[in-house]
Each structure stands twice: as structure tokens, then as C-alpha cells.
């Protein structure tokens, strides 16, 4: 009877633990606010988490995160880290504006554009994990903040004005497919 009844009681304990953990991640997955692009995909437009080490998921409701939309995270001061999915193509203009306590962001794989002002003012940024092989498109201010080491892919053909406005960067290494260095590029740097 006893055994019985701790067996029931561990069944229990499973299935709350369980349950709960499918809360937890329908939860997570509600701090986002997301727009529909197809059927099977779609981009975050917004956030109402307080992540300060963020990982941005693959999937929200079954949908496959391409894009971070423009203004989805800006002024998000407490954020420290953000990782992105290998899913995520796209970072939109300003997506990630003022987040003035951002100090690493991890890339994944898959991302082609980084838009306009999409890192602007994030002025503790000092560390990325390297570019992706396939980027190919950085906007006009998109990294203004004291990155030591810039080395962009061979892959980038498009890089927009003052895109790596006042770093601190003693070390970079320019992408082979790019045939014009934009105005101002170098502003602020330390290799001027």
C-alpha cells in the first residue's frame, strides 16, 4: 500500500514538473511579440521580457524566427547578451538601438542583414563572436559602440555609412567583395 502510494505521489511530481515546464517555455515564448511573414514563418517585433542574457528562440508558436524586426529591443538598457538563432536572416534598422548595457552578441549562422542603427549606442559592446560567413549587407551606423575586433566575411558586399561609427577596434580585416569603403568609415576608430 505504501509503495503504491510513493509511486503515485513520484507520478504526480512528474507530471507538475512536466506541466510546469511547458509553462515555462509557453511563457517565454509570450515575452515576444511577433508578426506573421508566411505561413511557417515570422519576425519578433517586440519584447516584453527581462532577459539579461537573452537567446532569441528558433521558433515561436511553431513559426520559425526569420527576422528581428525594427525597434523589437531598443533601450533595452539591462540586456548584457543576446544569442541569435541560425533561423535569423535579418536584423532590422535600430532593432537593438540604446541597449546601453549590451556587452556580447553571438551571431548564428544564418544571418545575411544587419540594418540601419541596428546596434547604435550600445556602448558597452566590446565582444561578437565574428561575423557569419554569408552576411552580406551591414547598414549605415549599424555598430556604433567600442568593439575591439572587426573581421568581416568575404561574403559582405554592402556596408552603409559610418557602419562601425567610434569603435575601438586595433583590429580589422575588410571583406574582399566590398569595392567601396564608405564615407567616414573608419570615424572615431582607433585605426585612424
Known sequence: MRK???MNCMAALFIMFILWGIHALSFAEQA??????????CAITGYQGNDVDLVIPETIDGKIVLEIGSNAFSGLQSL??????????TIGNSAFAYCTG???VVFGSGLKTIGDSAFTNCGSWRSVNGFPSGL????????NGPLHTIILPD???NIGYRAFDLNEADTFRW????ETIPDEFFRGSALV
Open 155 to 157: 561574403t559582405v558586399t
Open 136 to 143: 552580406e549587407s551591414i547598414g549605415s551606423w549599424a555598430v
Open 175 to 178: 571583406s574582399a567583395g566590398v
Open 102 to 104: 549590451l556587452e556580447e
Open 80 to 89: 548584457v547578451s543576446v544569442t541569435f538563432p541560425d533561423s535569423v536572416q
Open 32 to 41: 515576444f511579440t511577433i508578426q506573421m511573414l508566411d505561413e511557417t514563418h
Open 4 to 6: 503504491t502510494w510513493i
